[in-house]
């Protein structure tokens, strides 16, 4: 089981909000076009943060950009629909499919067999909530039907799950290195990650 200090979870709290704001400030800047790093945000703050507060921080957060950027930033309202309370349970699954994975967490390679299929059950669950809300629920498709749903999961589901192992990679990279690095000035210390 991963289990942190209370800095360390600040800390990467922190990062984690830092992270959001970057990568979806896209809708107000243009200097950089990093890809939205909010599904492995969710994610991540289930494995790392053992409060449920911050999910409640993280969706309002979410909103809280997304709405800026549409009110001020000049970005269009397509997506800002009745689907996009399907968002909550979306995140929350990413959320709870990284709050099951800490509880299984151990510092071997044997821990990539439980993050494959957290990632991959939250991953799932998450794009069903959020492409078939809006799909199905947004108002914008005039005619919905579950084949041509499937052709746009088939379509743009890949896109979504290569941005999230970039990001992950990134955090399985520096978990592993800050690991490595406790465990040389604590040897006994290996499962706080």
């Not at 709290?13 to 990093?34: C, D, E, K, P, Q």
């Not at 993050?115 to 809300?133: D, P, Q, T």
Request: hydrophobic share 55%; net charge neutral; glycine share 6%.
């Amino acid at each position: 089981m991963l289990t942190l200090s209370i800095r360390n979870q600040m800390a990467i709290g922190l990062l984690l909000v830092s992270l959001m704001i970057l990568t979806r400030s896209h809708h107000f800047a243009s200097v950089h076009n990093l890809a939205d790093a909010s599904w492995v945000i969710f994610f991540l703050a289930g494995v790392y943060l053992r409060s449920a507060w911050p999910l409640l921080g993280f969706f309002a957060l979410s909103w809280w950009l997304d709405f800026a950027a549409y009110t001020w930033g000049g970005v269009s309202d397509f997506c800002i629909t009745p689907a996009y309370v399907f968002l909550l349970p979306a995140y929350a699954s990413l959320w709870l499919a990284g709050r099951w994975y800490a509880k299984q967490y151990q510092f071997t390679w044997h821990t990539l067999a439980p993050l494959s299929l957290s990632v991959i059950a939250g991953l799932i669950l998450c794009e069903l909530f959020s492409s078939g809300g809006f799909y199905f629920f947004s108002g914008r498709i005039a005619e919905t039907s579950f084949s041509e749903f499937g052709e746009q999961l088939i379509k743009y589901f890949p896109l979504y799950i290569e941005t999230f192992v970039f990001y992950l990679g990134i955090a399985v990279v520096m978990h592993t290195l800050f690991t490595l690095i406790i465990y040389q000035f604590n040897p006994r210390n290996t499962t706080t990650g």
